[in-house]
Structures are given as C-alpha cells and as structure tokens.
C-alpha cells in the first residue's frame, strides 16, 4: 500500500532563514507524481510545487524547491528567504492511479512556523 | 478562473440529520474529487468522478455516504443519519490533468 510519512509534526524558522521540511513515501510503482500543499489557517489547500517520478532534475518553484531521491523515496521541500506568509500546515501528497482514478495519499502534516 | 467553491461553509447538525454538500469544480475540469480531512490530519480520499462517472469509492465511505455528479458538472455529498465521528472537513477538488485543486472545504460540527 502507498504511504507518505512527514516525521516533523512543527518546525520553525526565522524569517528569511532557510527551511527544509522532510518527507518520505512507499510504494512499489515507477511512474507517479509527488506533490507539495499548503493549507494556512483556516484558508484552502494550495498546491506549491510537484515532481514527476520519471524526473532527475529537481522541481522549483521561485523560493520553493524539492531534493527528490527516488531510491531512498525521498521528497524533502526546502523553503528559501522564507516569509511571514509561509506559515501554515504542508503535506506531501503522492499521486497514484488506480482503476482509472487518481488518488493522492497525504502525509500527516508539518506545521511550520515563521518567527520575525 | 473562479476556482473550486464549495457550499456551505459551515454547517452545524444533530446526529442522525441528513446533511448535503455541493461543490463546484474549476469548469473545464473532468475530475473530482471528495476528501475528509480530521483535526491535524491530511486529508483522506474519498471518492472520484470522472465527468459523470463514479469511478472510485473508498472504504470510508460507508453506506450512509453518496455522492453524485449529474451531468458532469457540480457534485454533491450526502451523508445520511449523520454520527458524531463524521465531524470533519469535507474538501472538494478538481483537475484536468495531474494537479487537483481544492475547494474551501465544509467543516461539518455534529452534535
């Protein structure tokens, strides 16, 4: 079965620090995509960046990118410059197919925290 | 570019009322899609539609859950003779191709 663990409940970072929030998936599939979310408070999920499997390069997304490692099942979000703004709840999520649906599975979720 | 919008935002019932959830997805988008998400967790496929197909159905969703997209267009999500563990938000996304894009979600209280 797919899987996605986010090991890092909360982080914080000061502002226009770096931050690195962390995730790992299983799955047995060649071809799927991976995505990163962003849900602030009380506001709707917002897709920030995504990574096809079949990819080497790394996706980015202006402050936004990814270190993916496909043998180890890694998928990490590295935010740059970060900003008052990026506070919020992440997922990872991992898009898989089955019977013709996409489903995404979601991680458990990193809070991250912006100090000024 | 509207976005996904989902009515009611809110919504406050008894248990054992029946409750219904519209979304309205991106136009041009084919795919739908229902999730619950609980307090501090991810959110949890629910089920799919293709146009006006019902293609995928999770095993959350019990017998007292339907949902439906007549004519490929809005979707709603009943839940019958609602229970205390069915508080959650109930978020509603759509896509054309590999990217769902979700709506505000209906956060469900049942008391």
């Known amino acids: 079965a797919q899987t996605v663990t986010q090991s890092q409940p909360e982080m914080s970072v000061q502002e226009a620090e770096t931050v690195t929030l962390s995730c790992t998936y299983d799955?047995?599939?060649?071809?799927?995509?991976l995505f990163w979310y962003k849900q602030p408070p009380s506001r709707q999920m917002i897709l920030v960046i995504r990574q096809e499997a079949y990819k080497q390069q790394n996706a980015t997304e202006n402050r936004f990118s990814v270190n993916f490692q496909k043998a180890a099942k890694s998928f990490s979000l590295k935010i740059s410059d970060s900003q008052l703004g990026d506070a919020a709840m992440y997922f990872c999520?991992?898009?898989?197919?089955?019977?013709?649906?996409?489903?995404?599975?979601f991680g458990q979720g990193t809070r991250l925290t912006i100090n000024p | 570019d509207t976005g996904v919008s989902q009515d009611p935002r809110h919504k406050i019932t008894k248990r054992g009322q029946n409750v219904t959830f519209r979304c309205d997805p991106i136009s041009e988008h084919n795919r739908l899609y229902w999730y619950r998400q609980t307090l501090g967790q991810g959110p949890e496929f629910l089920t799919y539609f293709q146009n006006e197909a019902q293609l995928e159905k999770s095993r959350l969703l019990s017998d007292r859950f339907s949902a439906e997209r007549p004519k490929g267009s809005f979707s709603t999500l009943e839940i019958q003779r609602t229970e205390q563990g069915d508080s959650a938000m109930y978020l509603c996304?759509?896509?054309?191709?590999?990217?769902?894009?979700f709506g505000p979600g209906t956060r469900l209280t049942v008391t």
């Open positions: 999520a991992y898009r898989y197919i089955i019977q013709g649906a996409q489903k995404l599975v």
């Open positions: 996304a759509s896509s054309l191709f590999s990217e769902q894009y």
């Open positions: 799955t047995s599939e060649s071809d799927y995509y």
